[in-house]
């Protein structure tokens, strides 16, 4: 999908004190040297979202983590499910903490519609574009690295470990799949999961 959607350095900076406000609401010991790493040692506030999916401009990995605060906040106050504040935040806020340090931008030949070449025939126009591609120093998982990024400065539950390591939903090519046992003892990575994907299938899919 071809996005021109674009997050002003303003609205990114609102984007940043949201989320720092957020976390430090949660009072967790350690969430201020989380956040310093964040916010000094990452592109965090920065990075895009995705490479060419959702919201993949700059800022966009925080203003999504901010749709799935909201998305989990709005199923915790429909009465769908229980998640104590702190652990809506931890998990919404930092569920794709991977994606730090791990987008770049790179130059490459892509298809732009077609052209008239010197013989009259309509082939394919290349043109050179800056786009976002992928340079993984730690190619250790997706929650997983999430969860090991987090754990290196606070403690997390159970429940936090559970829902960011297994947000991206089950695993089809395992048995017993770990997300669907792990449903049975923690509903809320159902939720989590729920939240994720309407956020980028459907709320930034519109943008
Ligand atoms: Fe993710
Ligand atoms: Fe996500």
Known sequence: MEEEFKITPEEQEVNKKKITELLMSTNRPGM????????NKTDFFRAPASTKYHLN???GLALHSLHVYQRLSEKVAQGLITIKPETV??????????KVNFYVKEVKNVKEGTKINQFGKEVAN?????????????????????CCYIQNFIRITAEEYAMIRLHMGP??????DPFSETAKIYPSVVAIYTSDIESAYILEEKQ
């Open 126 to 146: 290349w043109v050179e574009k800056e786009v976002w591609g992928i340079k993984d120093n730690f190619p250790v998982g997706h929650g997983e690295k999430s």
């Open 32 to 39: 201020d040297r989380l956040l310093d790493w964040i916010t």
């Open 171 to 176: 695993d089809k090519n395992v048995y017993p």
């Open 57 to 59: 401009c700059e800022g």
């Open 89 to 98: 935040i931890i998990t919404s806020l930092l569920h794709d903490l991977c």
